[in-house]
């Protein structure tokens, strides 16, 4: 039986082989023209890896996890996304045998796991862009009330606006396509709510 190794030699075994999944990780790279990121530290060991490359016409940023508790021997690919993965989608995860050539790896991720993950990817950078636009078009309501000097944002709020001085209270943009907004109001007078009926009432939009 062998002698049981010491921490020192443990870790020094640890440190080669991470030296090991570095130089995998950095041809696989190159196999995909992608750019290496610097790798990633988990209490003092390195085996996590990014590979930021173009793939099918596809911004791609691909994970590598080399070994870990339920993958030893194995590498873990995964990928991030631009933006949340639709609730009907599942991610995509696989594993390939570590001591694969670094082109075997990369052939099994061009195979198994690049079709799913750009499709997925495809989906999110759509959703984004129509996020962006419908946060565009919010921004846009917003910067035209903000013109008026007694309204204020507040920080960390995206449609919310804050009135100050002798009318307290919030205005919600709730739909940029409709122009609405919900108007609430804090400690006003009488007087004031009769002055805004009166106004709300006799208020003619302007012809588009």
């Known amino acids: 039986m062998s002698a049981q190794l010491s921490y020192e030699e443990r870790r020094e075994q640890e440190k080669k ?6 130089q995998k990780a950095g041809e696989i790279a190159t196999l995909f023209k992608g750019i290496l990121q610097p790798p990633v530290y988990e209490h003092g060991y ?89 946060k565009n078009k919010y921004q846009a309501v917003l910067n035209e009330l903000l013109v008026h000097p007694a309204i204020t944002k507040p920080a960390h709020r995206d449609r919310e606006l804050y009135l100050q001085g002798k009318i307290g209270g919030k205005i919600d943009c709730i739909s940029a396509d409709a122009r609405t907004c919900d108007l609430e109001l804090r400690n006003i007078s009488v007087d004031v709510v009769h002055a805004l009926i009166n106004l709300a009432t006799s208020y003619k939009a302007p012809a588009s």
């Not at 082989?17 to 570095?22: R, T, V, W």
């Not at 390939?96 to 061009?110: E, G, L, P, T």
């Open 17 to 22: 082989q991470e030296k090991l999944n570095e």
């Open 46 to 134: 390195c085996n996590h890896f990014t590979i930021k490359c173009r793939a099918l016409d596809t911004d791609c940023e691909l994970h590598l996890s080399f070994g870990g508790y339920q993958n030893a021997g194995r590498v873990c690919v995964s990928g991030r996304y631009c933006h949340d993965i639709p609730w009907k989608e599942k991610a995509i995860q696989i594993t390939i045998d570590a001591s694969k050539d670094a082109f075997v790896i990369a052939k099994d991720i061009s195979r198994r796991f690049l079709p799913k993950y750009v499709m997925l990817q495809t989906i999110c950078l759509e959703n984004k862009n129509r996020a962006d636009a419908f």
